[in-house]
């Protein structure tokens, strides 16, 4: 399995959602594991996104339809990265 960073924006019916629901995240991370990816990692931040996963999936088609179903739900824009550990980049350049 690959791993993946999503990086989330909130967009107002997402901001909301959290507000009324702050649970709705989880519900999220279900309906993740359910479409083939595991989150392995999440966090809120401060800047220009809202929410980082980082999240194992088998391939980058299932991300890209992971990512656009959940902005298509109209609650968050996804960016998303495909990465590497330090040790096999390090190995790449060798």
Same mark, same amino acid.
């Given at each position: 399995?690959?791993?993946?960073?999503?990086?989330?924006?909130?967009?107002?019916?997402?901001?909301?959602?959290?507000?009324?629901?702050?649970?709705?995240?989880?519900?999220?991370?279900?309906?993740?594991?359910?479409?083939?990816?595991?989150?392995?990692?999440?966090?809120?931040?401060?800047? /220009?996104?809202?929410?980082?996963?980082?999240?194992?999936?088998?391939?980058?088609?299932?991300?890209?339809?992971?990512?656009?179903?959940?902005?298509?739900?109209?609650?968050?824009?996804?960016?998303?990265? /495909?990465?590497?550990?330090?040790?096999?980049?390090?190995?790449?350049?060798?």
């Amino acid at each position: 399995m690959a791993i993946y960073v999503l990086l989330g924006s909130l967009t107002d019916e997402g901001a909301e959602k959290i507000r009324q629901h702050p649970e709705w995240i989880q519900e999220v991370n279900q309906d993740l594991d359910r479409m083939g990816v595991k989150v392995i990692a999440q966090y809120a931040v401060l800047g /220009p996104y809202d929410l980082v996963n980082i999240v194992e999936a088998p391939d980058n088609k299932t991300v890209v339809r992971v990512s656009t179903q959940l902005s298509l739900r109209g609650s968050v824009k996804i960016t998303s990265m /495909p990465a590497i550990s330090i040790e096999d980049f390090i190995a790449s350049l060798r």
